[in-house]
Structures are given as C-alpha cells and as structure tokens.
C-alpha cells in the first residue's frame, strides 16, 4: 500500500471500537484506585497490600500472559482473541464484587490481569495493519486514550456508585453487599455485551499495508502453546529441559537466583507476596527469553538483541512506574490527606485525568510523527519529555494543602506523563518485522508491567506504611526521572541504525528471504 494513500474509513471506525474496549480495560483496571480506602477498612488491608492488589496482583499474571497470547496474536484471529479476553476480564471484575477477603480478591485481580493481557498484543497488530507506518504512532495515540479516559472514568462513576450504593443500603444491598462491591459489578457486566460487538470486527491481511504481507500459521495454537510452556512455572522446567541439560541446568540457576532475591526482599520488606509474585514474574520473563533464543532467533534478535529497543521500553518503564503509582493514590491521597469527599475526588480527579490523558496522548502522539519525520530517533525526545516535565508538578501537588490546586495539578501530571505512550510504543513496533508484532507488544509491556506497575504503586504504599505518609510515599516515585533519563538517552543514540537495519539483522539470524 502507498504509504501517502488516504486511510480507509473502516480503518477508523475499527479505531474507534478498540478504543471502546482499552476504555473498559482500564475503567476495569483503575476502579480499584476510588474503592480502596472502603476496601481497606472492610477486608483491613494496608497501604502496601493496596499497592499488591493494584499493581502486582494483577500486573504480574497481565505481564506472563501477554507473552504466549501475544505470540498467538501473531499467528491467529486477533478479533476472536480479543473477543476472549474482554469476555474474561469483564466477568473476573464482575466476581470482584462477591470478594470477602484479600485472598478472594487477589484471585480475581489475578483473572482480570489474564484476560486484559490479550488486548493490546492484538491491537497493536491490528492497528499497524490498518494504518499506515507515517499514521501509525498517531492510531495507537488515539487507542492509547481509552488508557485515560477509561481510568478517569473508573474513579467518576465509582465514587458515585459507592456514595449512593451505600446511601441507599446502609446496612448491606442484595446479597449483602456494599458500595465497593456494587461498583465492581457495574463495571464488569457491561464488557460482556461488548465483547459482542468486538466480534463483529474484520481482520486485515497481516502485513499487507506494508506491502510484506505473511501467510497464515498452519499451526497458530503450537507456538501458544511453547510460549505458554517457556513462560508459566513449573512447566517452564519441561520446556528447557527438552532443549537439552545445559538450558535445563540454565534455567534451575535462574530460578534459584531469583528466588533468593525474591525471599530476602520479602525478609527486607515483611512482605513475602509481593516479592514471590514480582520473583516468579522476572524468573517467567528471564525462561522466555531465554526459550525464544532457541526457538526463534529472529525475533529474538530484534527484540532481546537490540539495546535500542530494551532501552527504549526500559526508559518507557519509568514513565509507567511513576505514572501507575500516581493514578492509583491520587484519589485515596484526595480523602485521606485533604478530606475530599468520594463523589468529588472521583468527578475531579477522574475528570481532569481523562481529559489531560486524551489531550497529552493525542498531541505526544501528533507531535512524535512530526519530529519522526525530521530525525530518526525524534520518538524518543517525547518519551524524555514524559520523564522528565511531570517532575515539578508532582512535588508541589503532594505537599501542597490547597485542594483546587491540587485537583489542577493531577490534570497537569495526567497531560505529561500521558505524551510519551504513543511515541514508545510506535518506536517498538518501527524496531520489528510485521510477524513479530504482537510479541514486541507484550515485552514492551513487560516493562511497563514488571517495572512500573507491579512495583510502582507497591513501592509507593510501602514507604507509606513505613514512614505514616502517603505524601512521602509517592514522592519517592521521583527516583524514576534519573534512571530513565539515562536509559532514553542510550535510546536516543541506538534507534536509528537498528531500525534501518530491521530486515538486515533478522535475515542475519536466520529470517527467511
């Protein structure tokens, strides 16, 4: 396809559905963030299992399975993929609901994370086949705005479920339940009748838009299922050990490795969940990686190979891991530390975070293509400007006591650190061959799974449990802007010739002709 040809209308209109569905990705995701304090007191939780439930409960399982389900987007139905996963994610958030205890609603966080991880490996595909490279930042911008629209709207809609739930039923609705489990059901059911509509979509010829258009896998569920072997504990053992007794002998050092790290962080910390969890998540990234050198040298080499794009989703990943932490205590700080009401913080903070989210994801979107255009790494000065402008803001919005102030100021951190999103993740898809997309996706959102979600909001609860200040808690998130400037400066430097040199690289690892 000529890349200067007019995109076709379907092409947006299909946009715009995957839009809807990253809406409710993360309305699911972020509803939590409103509910938690009434959460906390209910099930007596502290800031850290706050954290655990948000962030690492979830991200963990979102991070494992994004992997084989993004190798199975490269090579099956993505349409009836991501019908799938909106089916079990909307139903988990549903069953949230019926949660009494922590251990209930880790196990259904765990299930939301599953079905979320088949979302964006499969649209991110999608949307490089139905757009054009030079639109193509600027499509997965637009995408990327359900991100924050859908996470303002968790908190509007939340806030006001649980006010007037618990208005009505002071003592307990149906089913005894209160405010924060009605709000989770809301929530849940109506991704069911989405997922619907999602299955109506139809599916572009991979590749074809670029004019390097891929047969189909004559076996798409084998390489699912080799993923799900190389990257799921124990079965990972089987998996090395069928390569042979030195990858076996490999992979148990990983493990033991990991694991000691994992234990006496959990020793550390007097919070073995989180480090288990976040253990047995690096151990499952460190098996896959090391299985796809075997199996797929290729992709392997675009992606584990290539500083360029390890430094640029790394670099990305600090965004993420003050971004996450933001989104998810900016509503409990707003009630707890300056006494806002539920309904208010939702409508302000939700509010403001969609509408700077959509702005700065749009125009960081826009802008990347315009700096693409005039310098071959232009991408990465947007993901710099993601790490580096929210700095000021955030620090005077959690030590300031004027509550209009602080509500302008989340909008403000919500604009700048959403700008970076569509730039990062054009960079990853510009670094790989069509064929490899969806298992690009998934590791790009390794990082901003592994690293800023699973340990962002956590590490931002802990040393709030740990000093008695939720403030000081998420200004430690401040320790992001200096490991990501140096990470997206080597980006800066390394992206250029590894993306002229995509095909060169891949056929040198053995890619056919």
Request: hydrophobic share 50%.
């Amino acid at each position: 396809m000529d890349d200067d040809a007019p995109v076709a209308p379907y092409s947006w209109y299909a946009l715009g559905v995957l839009v809807l569905v990253y809406l409710l990705n993360f309305i699911d995701r972020n509803i939590l963030s409103i509910l938690a304090n009434d959460i906390k007191a209910d099930l007596g939780l502290t800031d850290a299992d706050l954290g655990f439930l948000y962030g690492t409960a979830f991200g963990v399982f979102y991070a494992l399975f994004g992997i084989p389900l993004g190798r199975l987007a490269d090579s099956w139905h993505r349409i009836r993929l991501m019908t799938m996963g909106l089916a079990l994610w909307s139903a988990m958030t549903a069953l949230s609901g019926f949660a009494t205890n922590r251990l209930a609603l880790s196990a259904a966080r765990i299930g939301v994370g599953v079905g979320e991880a088949s979302a964006s490996p499969a649209a991110y595909s999608l949307i490089s086949d139905w757009f054009p490279k030079k639109m193509r930042a600027t499509a997965l911008a637009i995408y990327s705005a359900g991100l924050y629209l859908g996470g303002g709207i968790s908190l509007l809609i939340g806030g006001l479920i649980v006010e007037n739930w618990n208005a009505t039923y002071p003592q307990g609705g149906p089913f005894g339940l209160v405010g924060w489990q009605a709000a989770f059901l809301a929530v849940g059911i109506p991704g069911l009748l989405l997922a619907v509509w999602v299955f109506t979509l139809r599916e572009p010829v991979r590749g074809a838009i670029e004019g390097r258009v891929q047969p189909p896998a004559p076996n798409p569920f084998r390489g699912f299922a080799t993923e799900l072997f190389a990257v799921i504990p124990p079965l990972t053992f089987l998996s090395a050990a069928q390569r042979g007794t030195r990858a076996l002998l490999v992979n148990i050092a990983g493990a033991v490795v990991i694991g000691a790290i994992a234990i006496a962080m959990g020793e550390a910390t007097d919070n073995y969940q989180q480090w288990i969890a976040v253990g047995i998540g690096y151990y499952a990234v460190f098996s896959w990686a090391h299985s796809l050198r075997h199996r797929d040298a290729p992709t392997f080499k675009l992606i584990w190979g290539s500083p360029a794009f390890l430094y640029t989703i790394l670099g990305y990943g600090m965004v993420a891991f003050a971004s996450y932490s933001v989104s998810f205590w900016a509503a409990p700080y707003a009630e707890r530390v300056l006494g806002a009401s539920k309904s208010v913080a939702g409508f302000w903070i939700g509010g403001g975070g969609a509408l700077g989210g959509f702005l700065g994801v749009i125009l960081g979107g826009r802008v990347s293509d315009w700096l693409r255009q005039r310098n071959p790494a232009g991408r990465i000065l947007v993901i710099l400007f993601g790490v580096l402008a929210p700095v000021i803001p955030l620090i005077i919005a959690f030590t300031t006591d004027n509550i209009p102030l602080y509500y302008f100021l989340n909008f403000i951190l919500s604009l700048l650190g959403s700008s970076a999103l569509g730039a990062a993740a054009a960079t990853t898809q510009d670094l790989v061959l069509p064929r490899m997309r969806g298992t690009a996706t998934a590791t790009f959102f390794l990082s901003t799974t592994l690293v800023g979600l699973a340990l962002g909001p956590y590490m931002a609860g802990q040393v709030s449990t740990l000093s008695g200040s939720l403030s000081t808690g998420i200004l430690s998130m401040l320790i992001a802007a200096p490991i990501g400037s140096a990470l997206l400066y080597m980006a800066y430097r390394t992206v250029p010739e590894a993306e002229a040199t995509v095909v060169e690289r891949a056929r040198a690892a053995g890619e056919p002709a």
